[in-house]
């Protein structure tokens, strides 16, 4: 079969192109081309038993969409995106990207004519409700930043192509990811992953939120889990409805740093200082703090990890990485 | 103030130019510009006290959708769109139109810098749950066709725009509109004047669903009234929620041929045959046929008229025109 990653350079798309490079195969099919495209050149997969594509390209441009999910393509992953605080900083951009990428993905996989499955990465910023909220799988979309409308749209546009037959989408509202590697980003979600990393390389850093605010959160284990269902499970009980709320799991500051102390020591957790930020407060102050996700769990999305298996994940897997690209 | 309607040659928009004529201000404050904007160029407003800009354009250009909004523009009524069953049919020219359109016209009143009041026509259609529904005013916009899929977009693309202070949008799910003059259209819910309005002429029509089947109406005058209201309203209390669901009013078939021979005697009832339709079915089958509107009622809109008024007004207001127009 033939795989399309979009956003192939991002954090994300690294770690699903490289399951997919140790799997060879999706769903029991064994991968014949896989297609990394992203703003910059994605990086090598040396040990891909497959071609691989790497296409660097901007996906709010529709022919390099096309160039990007060649005839036979069975499965694309849209993960390509502009993140909350920068969509929030630059509108058109956002637009750009989120809006009009979408449309040119939809638009690509259409003159397919052969319906691939679409993952699409939307995301908790698409709901409001804030710290009170648990939000039932019936639940309405009412963004309260611009990446969350975006991403609204965006999954409106492909279960609307998926009724039509244009193509067959699941749309994944991944929650908070942690723990991201690298540097602090422009997600105002970004303190999440900062107050895991940068103690565990050494750094103080600041929260800008207090102990007791909630989030819901997922792994990167998770997410590529989750991504790799949307891929290959049936979507016929999805009726029309191609909208997913999965299993994440809603932790406060505190009990994430809790389990940074259980796993790395009371000196880890001493390099963070809460620092309130009022325009980040102001961007995550709108995102839901919980959902009942049971339509997910029936259609067999896997269960979230404790948060000290995530703390030990990003040593296992990410902090040298991290440590190295950041010469430190 | 100056005040422009996109859609000013259609129907709806074509009465509100006429009311706004008639009154010469809104919302107290006299009209010094109206500009009527449409694809083919509107009618000429005889009538008005105030001078009438008459254009011909392509809503999904954005230097004419400019050119329709210009600088001092105060409100800007969104009434352009492509119809369900048309958006169904031509994918391409429902995106062009229901989407681009509307992105057109959010950047046209960004650009202005002041913040105009925009009022847009939303659609029932954007809702699913079908003939049990009783969509709360919390309901989630779920929807089964095209255009309805487009409608919810545009909203989610003025709220936020609201949000940000590009504009300051109204989005009224208007429910279907009866009894519309002229010839029936390519609008699903074309069936719904067509059983009252061809009558009246004097000729046969084919109603394609059931006496039972129920529809959640509204008349011209009552969508008039919403539109004056959600032009000058305070929009304060909306918060970040821009949609509005009116106090329509929910009729089956029967209910509407009752309205009808009480209104013009049992030889008009006669005229109508059921002749059931598939695909129209398909489409408006997912309808909800019931709102609560409590939200809307509390924000002051008006409530719908007894069916009999409304055949009566198509009557008073509509009836010669149509005979005129089309030559019967």
């Known amino acids: 079969m033939r795989v399309t990653i979009l956003g192939g350079n991002g954090f994300l798309g690294r770690k699903l192109a490289a399951r997919l490079a140790r799997d060879g195969a999706l769903g029991g099919r064994r991968i014949e081309q896989l297609t990394l495209f992203d703003l910059v050149e994605p990086a090598p997969l040396p040990q891909a038993p497959f071609p691989v594509r790497r296409i660097a390209g901007d996906v709010a441009d529709p022919a390099a969409v096309a160039g990007a999910i060649p005839p036979g393509t069975d499965v694309v992953f849209h993960l390509a995106a502009v993140v909350s605080a920068q969509a929030e900083a ?25 319906r691939p499955r679409v993952v699409f990465t939307s995301s908790v910023a698409s709901f409001s409700g804030g710290q009170d909220a648990v939000v039932p799988d019936e639940g309405r979309q ?8 975006q991403k609204a749209i965006g999954e409106l546009l492909l279960q609307d192509a998926s009724r039509r037959g244009f193509l067959d989408a699941v749309n994944i509202r991944l929650p908070t990811v942690m723990v991201r590697p690298g540097r602090p980003n422009k997600a105002a979600s970004s303190f999440v992953s900062a107050i895991i990393r940068e103690p565990l390389l050494g750094l103080t850093t600041e ?16 997410a590529v889990e989750w991504f790799l269902h ?17 299993p994440g799991r809603s932790a406060t500051v505190a009990r994430m740093l809790n389990a940074l102390e259980s796993v790395a020591g009371p000196e880890a957790r001493a390099r963070v200082r809460f ?34 298996d995530l703390v030990r994940a990003f040593i296992a897997e990410d902090l040298e990485t991290t440590r190295r690209e950041r010469g430190l």
Chains 1, 2 share one sequence.
């Open 90 to 114: 630059d509108y058109d951009l956002g637009l750009r990207v989120n809006l009009h990428g979408t449309l040119a993905v939809l638009q690509a996989c259409r003159a397919l004519g052969t």
């Open 142 to 149: 009412l963004p309260t930043n611009s990446y969350g409308a």
């Open 207 to 222: 929260c800008p939120v207090s102990e007791a605010f909630a989030v819901w959160i997922c792994s990167p284990r998770s």
């Open 230 to 246: 949307a891929a290959t499970m049936d979507t016929a009980p999805l009726k029309l409805d191609r909208g997913i709320n999965p």
């Open 275 to 308: 620092v309130p930020d009022p325009e980040v407060y102001a961007i995550v102050e709108g995102w839901p703090a919980a959902f009942e996700a049971d339509r997910a769990r029936l259609l067999g999305f896997p269960e979230q990890e404790p948060l000290e």
